[in-house]
């Protein structure tokens, strides 16, 4: 059975840090595209940064520069490296397996809040 966890989140103030963990199970994460994606309340979810079964990371021009993707391929475990928050950061992140159809995978999402 696939599973996706996503935890780190919580709620910080605008200039601080958090890390997202993503780990997976009944995958094989060596050759998975791996993405984060986030949704604020009233908008629709948004890609936050990809990174690809070589290592090739892809971000939104909004978090350039703030957030880092990365993989521990022993620790089947997913990353997202948040730095110098906005509170405009804020939102539910969320992980995914890209793919189609059962190969496609959410995790359950995790909140995160960044004050003024």
């Known amino acids: 059975q696939v599973q996706l966890v996503e935890s780190g989140g919580g709620s910080v103030q605008a200039g601080g840090s958090l890390r997202l963990s993503c780990v997976v199970s009944?995958?094989?994460?060596?050759?998975?595209?791996m993405g984060w994606y986030r949704q604020a309340p009233g908008k629709q979810r948004e890609l936050v940064a990809t990174i690809s079964s070589g290592g090739n990371t892809n971000y939104a021009d909004s978090v350039k520069g703030r957030f880092n993707i990365y993989r521990d391929n022993t620790k089947n475990t997913v990353y997202l490296q948040m730095n110098s928050l906005k509170p405009e950061d804020t939102a539910v992140y969320y992980c995914?397996?890209?793919?189609?159809?059962?190969?496609?995978?959410w995790g359950q999402g995790t909140q995160v809040t960044v004050s003024s």
């Open positions: 995914r397996r890209h793919g189609t159809g059962l190969l496609d995978n």
């Open positions: 009944g995958i094989n994460l060596r050759v998975s595209e």
